[in-house]
């Protein structure tokens, strides 16, 4: 393909400015390179032509140009996903929606921001919080991470079990289609019955059947005050126990999380952190609650007892100030980074219904035990929605190669055993290019010959994101 | 076509007791019409063979052998809707849920139920009771209407403003489509990004896609106390006042609707209610509050105190028991039942952007009363949601051929202002036959195309439903 010509025609088309070739010296070609990749580092990027539009209108245009000359795109947010969703490894136009990053509206009545789809997470938290509101969805890569990605793979993170995921709060959504005609779906009303829900259908499709290029969000307010408080627990049984048990008292319990021993020892080795107890513990667990008045405090030691009493934990803390709120959740949100700073791992983010977590735990440890024996497994995740992030870690003395085709031959009997439990293979990472061969343990020949259907009606010529997903 | 082959065949499929010939002398005919129409009244039901299928192996294969044969189907549930979406005129198959109305799982855990579609609504309440849980979605006809057809229309009421829409609870559904193939998408876990969500796109898909089965809803902890409030407001500005003002307190607010004048008359009238205020208001509003604490029941004065201190009503009353609760719920529960007694009516419902009500109502209100000069117009609704209940009343000088004649005029006037408002055509009760030439006023060229092809791909030969929504 002439990649210069492709470069020339959309500069013509959108703007000199917002086109770049590789190595056409306006770009460092390591940068170029990161606009065509995620954080799985297993697909090396391969790609010529990038482009930043500044706005729907120029996103439609380079599709349409896409469309009429069949070249491929791959959509590039903040790149943080891990399952190569955002992989440009084939000679595909790249299109970085990273300049795309403006407040398009805001309504102070009910508390909802229109946004343009590269605006970083964490700026949009921030414009939230400065109009007295508050976005609910968080997790540690919201500081690169956009909120266009966030919704093209429905991201969940820490307080979905409060707040549920990203899909719960999408009003309106622009996308362009695989032809570069522009959607604008629902706009910002709550209720509108009139026809098929396309919306849904975008939210989480991963770039294949779309290019998200504006969103109206919900925001809410925000939590007036939270407790932030870490316990030791020494069996996985307790851990749901204490779960169960915050069910009980009226305090909105905003998140719930947990981590193994080996967890806690690589985030204190990586980020110097400081030891939550002086024995340590099997499981750790974090509660975050909104605590809003005296009679929530007291649910709160309430509660506390009564996990106590029960002997399901062996010590807690409650964070004393915000700075332990933030020690605390190190803890939790420090793991994928302390991992990655060291080791090459193999990551696994799962889902089961909770009731039967227990009995998959059982089975999983006995065949892990007996498939990676010697293994490090970093297992922590967000135990309330059932969600499990189980990262296997790369021996010192086997080679990348030799460590990812061991787990390629584990994981189809992981994924047999989720499926017996009728859990999902991949909870909220998505499929992209990483679990594309695995999407049937999660999803019926029929629904996966009508993915492809509803693909085709969105995407005729298949140049949106192609080999990604189904 | 020969429906008694029909019946013959479907009979030696499902069984002899499940299917139902017109006329065949095992039901009475107008019990058998009534399986072929909904609320709407204005297409009466023409069809001759009604299966009651006893669960989803049933539905495949009626669905299979129509799919073989070419024939087309009608889902019926409770019948409750008004958008005609449940009229079988064209002498389709009619498969009424009816029989399947049973709880097939439930898990104490998490607190969700999996029940067949045919459950009615109002039966799904009491098994959730039972349980010790809570399903929050409510509106009139919870007596009639089924949980199936209330996920197909996807269906709001009257705690939306709280709660959300029925969407927002479904977890899992089974569905067959149009070839007779059941999906059973996602079951009970919260978390699962493996692909398109499919499960939402039969949510209000109006039985055009699938039949839905069975459902897996969430439930949730019911509220310890209600508080429910009648006021008596003079202006409709000062509405969205009140609304904006219980905001501003930490107390949940479970239901936010209003209602004119006009609606309160016919309600005491037909349902010999008493009156709530010793003075006539032009416009009166309910409000329904969570009320767990003192804490809580300070917050409630507070609010009523603000809105009086800034003369935002005329008079107020807060109900001292269940049964005055009871009382207040039906000045504005009773509306459409009062009105549907004595009046032929044409119903509008429709949505709009909070802030963008006002200067909406401004411009309808000169509209209709242009339009519909000496007609009553009685309006209602969830306000909370920006959802509008428009009901005009036929007058007694006019035949219902010609007041049918004038409505259809003056809509597509209505219609073309809620585009300019950025509103919807229908908010919650569906496209159906009566908004389906309407459907270009809320989705665009390109989306209805998508619609349509999306379509394609569940039911390729057009069986489901034919003639509705699209």
Redesign the interface.
Known sequence: MDFTKTKADLSQLIGEKKVIQKNDGTMDEALFNSYGTDRTKVYPPNYQVLVFPENTEDVAAVVSYAYKNEIAIVPSGGRTGYAGGAVAKNGEIVISLSKMNQVVDF????GTLHVQAGMITKNLHKEAEERGFYFPVDFAATGSSHIGGNIA??A?GVR?VHYG?I??WVLGLTVV?GKG?T???N????????????K??F???EGT?GIITEAVVKLT?PP?DIRVIFLAVSEYKNI?EIF?ET?NF?LPLLAFEFLTDYCLDKVKEHLGVPDPFPAPSKYYVLMEFEV??E?DEEKLYTIIESITEKELITDGSIAQNSRQNETFWKYREGISESLSLAYTVHKNDI?????NMEAFLDEMTTLLTKKYQGFHIALFG?IG???LHLNIVKPKDLTDAEFFTQCKQVDPEMFTLIQKF??????????GLL?KDY?NF???Q???D??R??K???DPKGILNPGK??
Chains 1, 2 share one sequence.
Do not use: C, Q, W
């Open positions: 309504d102070p009545f009910l793979t429905n969940g979905v995921l899909r719960d289609n005609e959607y604008r779906f706009g910002e009303i709550l209720k509108n019955n009139t026809g098929y829900d396309l849904h259908l939210i989480g499709s059947l307010k007036k749901l169960r069910h009226d809003n008045s009679t889902s089961l219904p909770l009731r967000h929605d059932g969600n009728k859990g999902s293979i991949s909870a909220e990472h998505g499929i679990k999407l999660s999803r019926s029929s629904e996966i009508t993915m259907a509803i085709l009606a969105f997903v189904l």
